[in-house]
């Protein structure tokens, strides 16, 4: 077969994709364009990888690139797959550089949805990386590479992948031995992906992102705008306070970066992520209690109203009908902090006066 041949009588091979070993090819039967690969394997396994080629055929998802077709032509093994256009994600990364948070966080999405749509179906990946994910012009990220042999993996392997590809999204390198670091929810999400213990359970993977994807952490929007007014204030701590009850236990992550506030202006307290509290917002008996998280609570209500976390001999200035409540969730005696009832009721007070 020449350069310019055909495969199966059908597809003509034209230009190559980008700098991989894909290449563009017109289907004369379909009337469309399609991506072709060489399926390059060992002989012993060549049965073993069409028969899982021909089962990734049959997955069907928005954000998966369908393998459309298998072929064998003079004895040699190609996949055709469904052509998208789009730059793959180490393109982008290398040629511009890292993505924003945010858009990070949507490719995250993308991605967790199409591995469990493969999961699923019995089918893993196996070569999740920035090369085998296409950011479309409309902004979605879509996975190829579906087709080859997965040698065996776990689905697993796949999420640890997909972690190591956001770590190269908003890092532009991959995690190698050190993870980056910093206290950013995506960041501590990527690191707790990688660590050897194994990934947070899927729905706190898939929550994190979807939440990244369109909030912000307090800890940016103080950054961005100032402190916020003593009534948002007190909503924020009712929505943080309905969470830690709802979860019953310790969270020990209670601090501004673990905090996303929506568009419209919604808190939510997400999972800790392995990386503990950040010192000026851990209780000073450094018990693993309610009481304590509450402390923590003060802390993070006191930096969204006063613009920085609370210090020894920090004065409230901004915090009006607020006052009164951070000095009792600030107490170094844990007796002395109001109970959850309490504070709430203390709470539901000064959020009346949200106009």
């Known amino acids: 077969m020449g350069e310019t041949g055909k495969l199966a009588g059908r597809y003509r091979l034209l230009n190559p994709l980008g700098a991989g070993s894909v290449r563009l090819a017109f289907d004369e039967a379909g009337h469309r364009d399609v991506a072709v690969r060489q399926l390059r394997v060992p002989a012993e396994l060549r049965d073993a990888a069409l028969d899982e080629a021909r089962r990734a055929g049959r997955l069907r998802h928005p954000l998966i690139v369908r393998v459309l077709d298998v072929v064998v032509e003079d004895g040699t093994p190609w996949l055709v797959m469904e052509f998208v256009s789009g730059a793959s994600l180490e393109q982008t990364v290398r040629s511009r550089h890292p993505l924003p948070v945010a858009q990070a966080a949507r490719v995250g999405v993308c991605l967790l949805s199409a591995l469990t749509a493969a999961h699923e179906a019995g089918i893993v990946h196996g070569r999740v990386d920035p090369g085998n994910v296409l950011l479309t012009p409309t902004g979605r990220a879509v996975l190829t590479g579906f087709g080859f042999p997965s040698l065996s993996m776990l689905p697993s392997a ?10 190269f999204a908003i890092e532009g390198r991959p995690p190698g031995q050190v993870p980056a670091e910093g206290p950013d929810p995506l960041r501590s999400l ?13 729905e706190v ?6 939440r990244l994807a369109v909030d912000r952490p307090l800890d940016t929007v103080i950054e961005a705008s100032g402190p916020l007014p003593p009534a948002d204030v007190a909503a924020l701590g009712l929505a943080v306070l309905d969470r830690l009850q709802a979860g019953g236990e310790f969270h020990g992550g209670v601090q501004p970066g673990n905090i996303l506030i ?3 202006g919604q808190a939510t307290l997400i999972p800790l992520l392995r990386t503990g509290t950040l ?3 851990t209780a000073p008996e450094a018990a693993h209690t309610l009481t304590a998280d509450l402390w923590s609570l003060g802390a993070t209500l006191f930096t969204a109203i006063e613009g920085s976390p609370p210090a020894p001999g920090a004065s409230l200035t901004r915090a009006g009908a607020l006052a009164p409540v951070l000095f009792r969730l600030l107490s170094g005696n844990p007796l002395e902090r109001p109970t959850p009832d309490e504070l709430r009721r203390e709470l539901l007070t000064i959020t009346s006066e949200r106009v």
């Open 205 to 210: 993977v898939h929550e994190t992102l979807e």
């Open 279 to 281: 010192p000026a917002y």
């Open 262 to 264: 929506s568009p419209a």
């Open 158 to 167: 796949d999420l640890w992948s997909l972690a190591a590809t956001l770590h």
């Open 190 to 202: 990527v690191r707790a992906m990688l660590h050897p213990s194994g990934p947070p359970p899927l």
